[in-house]
Structures are given as C-alpha cells and as structure tokens.
C-alpha cells in the first residue's frame, strides 16, 4: 500500500466548520469539472461532500458514465479508486485523499500469488477454469481475470457473473472473498463439498490435485477483517431476545451467519431491504457500522441496530477524513494532482475486459432468503 505522508497540521487542527466551508467553495469553483464519490460505509463528515454515493457496483457505474469531468476525488478505498482510473477515460485524474485507505481483503490477494495458484490449478485439472475477482482487489489480479478469459464481480452481482463464468468453463476460481464465493455458489445450489479452499500460504495452496479434480469452485483463502466480525452465536442471541427482529447481512460474512441471517445482500441491496420495510419493522445488520449507524438515522420510525455488539468499522475507509478532503482539493487548485491513481496502461486495458463482463452481467440483485 503506497505511503501517505501526514498532511500540514494547519489542516488536522482546522475548526470542522471551516473545513467545510473551504471544500464546498471548491466545489463550487471546480463545477462539473470536479465529481466527489462516496462509498455508503464512508463517515457522514466525509459523505455530505460526495455528488454521487454507492455500493462497489453503482459507484463503478458512475465512474463509467463520468463524461466531462476532469477530475474524480474518491472517497472510498484503493481498489475503488483503481476501478474509476480503469473506467474512465484517460484524460480524467482519479484522485484518492489519503493513500493509507487500502483494503485488508484485496491486499490477501497478490498477483504471485495468483500466478503461483494459476500454475498449480491449470496443471492439476484438463477442465477450464475460470478465474473469478470481487472487484475488491488489485488492478493486476482484475487484469490477470481479463487475461484468461475470467471476469471481475461485486457483491450486487456475484451470481450472474459466477452463471455466466459457468457457461464459459466447468470450474471457477473464485478470489479474493472466500465468503461471498462460499455463500454465492451455495445459493446456485452447489454444496459445500463441491468446493475447495486454495491457502495462498500454504504449498499447492494446501490442495491435492484430486481436490482440485473433485471441485466446482475453488475458493482463495481470504476475508474481510470487518464482515468476519459476525459471528453465528450474535444471531442466536437476537433470535433468543428479539424474535420479531430480522437479520439481514452482507454476503461477505462467514457461510454460517448468512446461514442463520434471514436475508442476505450488497449494500445497496440492505439499503433497500431497509428502506422497503414497513414502519415499526425491526432490523440487525451484519455490515460496516456507518451504514448500520446512517440507516438507523434515516428511518426513526423502524428500529436499526448492528448484529454485533462491538463496532464493526473499516478502518481503512474510516483514513479519509475532511482534512485529507481539503488538503488534496487546496492542492488541485494551486494546479497540483496529488494521490493521483494511475493504472498502467497495460494492466488497464486487460482490467477492463474483466470489468466491462461485471457491467455487462447486472440485473435486480435477488437475495439469499432462507
Ligand atoms: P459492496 O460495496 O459491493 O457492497 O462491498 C462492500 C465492501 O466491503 C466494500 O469494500
Ligand atoms: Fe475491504 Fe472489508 Fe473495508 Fe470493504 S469493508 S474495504 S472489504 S476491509
């Protein structure tokens, strides 16, 4: 992850309203030169700014439709930030404000790593594998799924890009969230036993070639530090205390929760879970707790609490604070780019491939009902 030096200390002791103020009138000035993206688990301090928020997908989307701007400020993480570079056109600077805002998931899978992996995998079986990326990970591994016929996916469409993977090969590779391919390929109705779990630590991944024969899916041993915060006991215990309460969890949780949970979905789709749900309805949600927090905000007349009782907060996204907001805009007007992320122009054109069958395999996301 690259470095992020500390931004000048005028900024960080700035008052909060002052702040405000001074990225508003950047925005101002900079008009639709400028757009500001925001990832629904962004801080609300950061979120009043962003033009357009959204999951992974809709927010890929957006970046796609960008025409005109000149300049895309994401407040999200790295590998959003590397998506909009990739699906924009050159001319536009995709900027993130603070460098240090990877992700844990994306970085459990390196592009070695997956050519070692590949290796092994391709001579263990004569069937065709595909290679399957969630769109949280690094622009090499997105151009490594372009490059051998695979495709990238998010949360709000893992199902049909894993249908559609089925329809070009007889297995698939599934990375770097072993959890959202676990709980994706158990909805298609594939059983656990027809799956496999490649350990990018251990040697073969830990697999013998039998296994790697015998599966459908073979799943990287990956997760998320936020979403593998869910445990199947915090279900047990709201079921016990709260029966009328529903449980509606993102599928990057452990195959036990989602399990447990009545519903399963991307952001956007327990936005709209939420959203759709009668007054007095009562939720425990399974994923990063702004958006637990904001949802509860938004709908007084419902009750909206965490699945966890301990906060279940991405750090990582948590980096990008006002401070960062304002300084990368004050030095865009002094005619500086700074935090620029730039893929190369090779892995660009591969990555694409891989995105461009994420947005071309999109409809209604249908949930994981049990
Ligand atoms: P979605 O935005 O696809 O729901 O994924 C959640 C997440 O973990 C983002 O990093
Ligand atoms: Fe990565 Fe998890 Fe944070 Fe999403 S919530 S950015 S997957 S660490």
């Known amino acids: 992850m690259p470095y992020q030096p500390p931004i000048p200390a005028s900024y960080t002791a700035m008052d909060p309203v002052e702040t405000a103020d001074r990225i508003r009138a950047h925005k101002k000035r900079f008009g639709r030169r400028l757009v500001i993206l925001g990832h629904h688990y962004q801080q609300d301090d950061v979120l009043q700014f962003a033009d357009f928020t959204g999951d992974s997908l809709k927010l890929s989307q957006i ?18 930030a590397e998506s909009a570079d990739i699906l924009t056109d050159d001319s536009v600077k995709v900027i993130l404000p603070d460098l240090s805002a990877g992700c844990s998931m994306a970085d459990m ?7 070692e992996a590949w290796d092994f995998l391709t001579a263990a079986t004569p069937e065709k594998i595909v290679p399957i990326t969630y769109v949280n990970s690094a622009a090499s591994v997105k151009a490594f799924c372009g490059a051998h016929d695979g495709a990238c996916c998010t949360s709000g469409n893992a199902r049909m890009v894993l249908e559609w993977a089925f329809r070009q090969g007889e297995k698939v590779l599934f990375l770097p969230d072993q959890h959202l391919g676990r709980n994706t390929a158990y909805a ?22 039998g296994e790697v024969v015998a599966a459908k899916v073979v799943l990287w041993k990956g997760h998320c530090s936020v979403h593998q915060l869910f ?10 205390r709260d029966p009328e309460c529903r449980i509606l969890v993102h599928p990057e949780c452990d195959w ?111 949930a994981t009902a049990k």
Not at 109 to 115: K, L
């Open 231 to 240: 445990t199947p006991a915090q279900c047990d215990e709201i079921r016990a």
């Open 109 to 115: 899978a390196a592009i070695d790593q997956v050519e």
């Open 63 to 80: 970046a796609a439709e960008q025409e005109g701007a000149e300049f895309v400020l994401f407040c999200g993480v790295h590998f959003m």
């Open 188 to 209: 298609m109705g594939i059983s656990l036993a027809d799956m496999a779990l490649y350990d990018p630590h251990e040697p073969d991944g830990g697999l013998t070639a």
């Open 256 to 366: 036990a929760v989602v399990e447990k949970a009545d519903l399963a979905g991307s952001t956007e789709y327990i936005l709209r879970a939420v959203e759709g749900s009668p007054p007095q309805a009562r939720w425990a949600i399974g994923t990063e707790v702004h958006l637990v927090e904001r949802l509860a905000a938004q709908h007084p007349d419902k009750t909206v609490r965490s699945l966890a009782p301990m906060q279940c907060l991405c750090t990582t996204m948590y980096r990008i604070s006002p401070p960062h907001v304002l300084w990368s805009l004050d030095r865009l007007a002094a005619g500086e780019v700074v935090n620029r992320i730039s893929v190369d122009p090779r892995t660009k054109r591969l990555a694409l491939i891989a995105l461009d069958r994420m947005l071309a395999n999109v409809s209604p996301e249908p």
